[in-house]
Each structure stands twice: as C-alpha cells, then as structure tokens.
C-alpha cells in the first residue's frame, strides 16, 4: 500500500500535467488521492509547497536516468539517437502533455520564487546534460558546450512544437539534425585558431 505522501504526490502531480497548475485545487486532490485534509496538511503545508515537492522527485528520478544514459556502454551517436527515439515513443504511447517544468513555469506566477527555481535547476541540469553528452563525443571542452546547448535547444524546441501540433514530426527532424551535431568533425577552439594564427606569421 502507498504511503499517504506518494498517493498525493503521484495523484498532483497527474493533475498538474493534465490541467494545469492553477486550474488544480487543494480539495480535489484530497478527493482523488483518497485521503483526509488532516493527512493532506500532515505533509504538505499548501498547494505551492506540493508542487515544489512534486518538482524535485520529478527531477531525481530524471536526474537518475540521465546519468544513466552517460554511463551506458554506447556510442554518442547512439544514446543521441535513442534519447529522441525515446521521446517519440513516449508522445506516441502516453498522453503526452510536454515537459511537466516547462508547463508549470508557464502557469506559475512569477512571483512565487520557489517553483521557478525548481524549473531553472531542472533545465540547467539537462542543459549540463547535453554539454556532457557532447563531450563524449570527443568534442574540445569549448566545442562541447557549444554543441551541448544546441542540442538543448533542439530537444527543447522538439518538445514543444510536438505538443503544440500534436504531431511527431518535430521529434524526428530534431533527431537527424542532432545526429549530424554529433557526428560533425571538432571545429578548432579559438585559443587553437590563435595559436596557429601566431606560427604562420613566424
């Protein structure tokens, strides 16, 4: 049997993707997590606080999947590949309804610090992801977090328009051009562009 706080962690937070944030109310999530008011405020002491909660245990386990895929025994090329093939599967087999932080952030107030800090964490922490990801590629560390935050942006974007337009297309043009991110020769670093800059005028 699920403890009181992870029914209403996990009845939330299918709420927050569903409506929204702010179309969601504290009583209807005592109702349908199947506890009283009591057990509710015996954990969380308000809806903002629930959400906050609900954001950092989406990020753990995120995070520990993410790390997972680095140490995975694969090429670059291919953890690439399959981190947008698994996007696909995921709008085509779910009801997709976008990044849960990205929809959150865009409902919130920004006044309420908390919840937009959360956000910001979690899109740092992927974006730091890509930049890792790049580096495997055997990317310079500068190249590296050049093509990490293009690739950021791509799965970024790919998220977003395939929830606006309902469609997967995005996804898949997404995944080719990241391929091609991570497949390109290394472009020479600035210091290595100087530096030969310098010995041809010798």
Same mark, same amino acid.
């Given at each position: 049997m699920?403890r009181? /706080?992870?029914?209403?962690?996990? +009845?939330?937070?299918?709420? &927050?993707?569903?409506?929204?944030y +702010? ?5 209807e999530?005592?109702e ?7 057990g509710f405020?015996?954990n &969380?002491e308000?809806?903002e606080?629930l959400c ?5 245990e989406?990020? /753990?386990?995120?995070?520990?999947r993410?790390?997972?895929i680095?140490?995975e025994d /694969?090429?670059?090329k ?5 981190y947008?093939a ?5 709008? #085509?087999?779910r009801?997709?309804?976008?990044c849960p932080f990205?929809?959150?952030a865009s409902?919130?107030?920004?006044? #309420?610090? @908390?919840i ?5 964490s979690?899109? #740092? &922490?992927? @974006?730091?992801?890509?930049v ?10 500068e190249s590296?977090?050049e093509?990490g935050n293009h690739?950021f ?6 998220a977003t ?7 997967e297309?995005?996804i898949?043009?997404a ?5 091609r991110l ?10 290595d562009? @100087? @530096? ?5 005028a010798v």
């Amino acid at each position: 049997m699920k403890r009181i /706080r992870e029914q209403i962690l996990e +009845t939330a937070g299918h709420l &927050f993707q569903k409506r929204g944030y +702010t179309c969601v109310g504290i009583n209807e999530i005592i109702e349908k997590s199947g506890v009283s008011k009591a057990g509710f405020y015996q954990n &969380f002491e308000s809806k903002e606080n629930l959400c906050v909660e609900w954001l950092k245990e989406t990020h /753990r386990q995120s995070e520990m999947r993410h790390q997972d895929i680095l140490e995975e025994d /694969r090429a670059p090329k291919e953890k690439v590949r399959n981190y947008f093939a698994a996007l696909s599967d995921f709008m #085509i087999c779910r009801e997709f309804r976008g990044c849960p932080f990205s929809n959150t952030a865009s409902v919130v107030d920004a006044s #309420i610090d @908390r919840i937009h800090t959360e956000v910001e964490s979690h899109k #740092i &922490f992927i @974006r730091e992801f890509f930049v890792d990801l790049a580096g495997q590629c055997e990317f310079s560390e500068e190249s590296a977090e050049e093509v990490g935050n293009h690739l950021f942006l791509l799965y970024s974007g790919a998220a977003t328009e395939a929830q606006n337009l309902r469609t997967e297309w995005p996804i898949r043009t997404a995944a080719a051009l990241a391929e091609r991110l991570v497949t390109m020769p290394s472009p020479e670093s600035e210091k290595d562009q @100087r @530096r030969k800059r310098e010995l041809l005028a010798v």
